[in-house]
């Protein structure tokens, strides 16, 4: 089957931004591959799906090389402790949700779902704000309250800057709930996770 050069392109793009985002285990990497050909051709090409595995190797490969370079502990590092405090605290805080906002609002809500006590709000940032935030282009967050109302969502927005900042990461939000808390750009620092 020829490929279109168009969609190999894509299909490396996205393989690269699963490598640099640090998120997933290596293994996940590679057995998401097969799916991906899939979902972008409708079938699936054995013979690409062995070239972007043997790219995903390589670029695996240099991304460790280059996490032994880090010192330090990273912004990423930081905003997964804020999250971390944050879920701790009665909202669920998510990376990587869904691909979308309307996404990410339904991985917290099931999410939500899943909690014993029910949580206040969300904060969240989603697959594009993921690649941007790869790129260096600053990370955008999500937040809204499940109560009726707008000050709730406000609370919660005050309450996801403050936790991060109290965690070292610098936010930018003008106090409104029509626009997204940003991170503004800072390098993409995010160590994987083991390998299985």
């Known amino acids: 089957m020829a490929i279109d050069e168009e969609i190999r392109d894509h299909l490396l793009s996205a393989i690269s931004l699963a490598v640099r985002s640090g998120l997933g285990t290596e293994t996940e990497v590679i057995e998401g591959i097969e799916q991906r050909v899939e979902d972008e051709l409708g079938d699936s090409d054995p013979q690409l799906v062995r ?55 339904s991985d917290a809500k099931e999410v939500a779902g899943d909690r014993d006590a029910p949580p206040r709000g969300a904060v969240f940032y989603h697959g594009q704000d993921l690649a941007q935030g790869v790129a260096g282009e600053g990370l955008y967050l999500t937040f809204g309250a499940y109560a009726d109302g707008e000050e709730a969502s406000l609370a ?15 936010t ?11 991170i503004p750009p800072f390098p993409w620092r995010r160590r994987r996770q083991g390998s299985e």
Do not use: M
């Not at 919660?156 to 610098?170: K, M, P, Q």
């Open 172 to 182: 930018s939000w003008d106090g409104s709930t029509k626009t997204r808390i940003l």
């Open 51 to 105: 070239e972007l595995e043997a790219e995903a190797r390589r670029l695996l490969a240099a991304q460790h090389a280059e996490e032994l370079t880090w010192t330090g502990p990273s912004t990423n590092e930081a905003i997964e402790r804020a999250f971390e405090e944050l879920n701790e605290n009665g909202l669920v805080a998510l990376e990587n949700a869904g691909y979308t906002q309307s996404d990410g609002w």
């Open 156 to 170: 919660i927005a005050r309450e996801v800057c403050e936790t991060l900042a109290s965690h070292g990461v610098e």
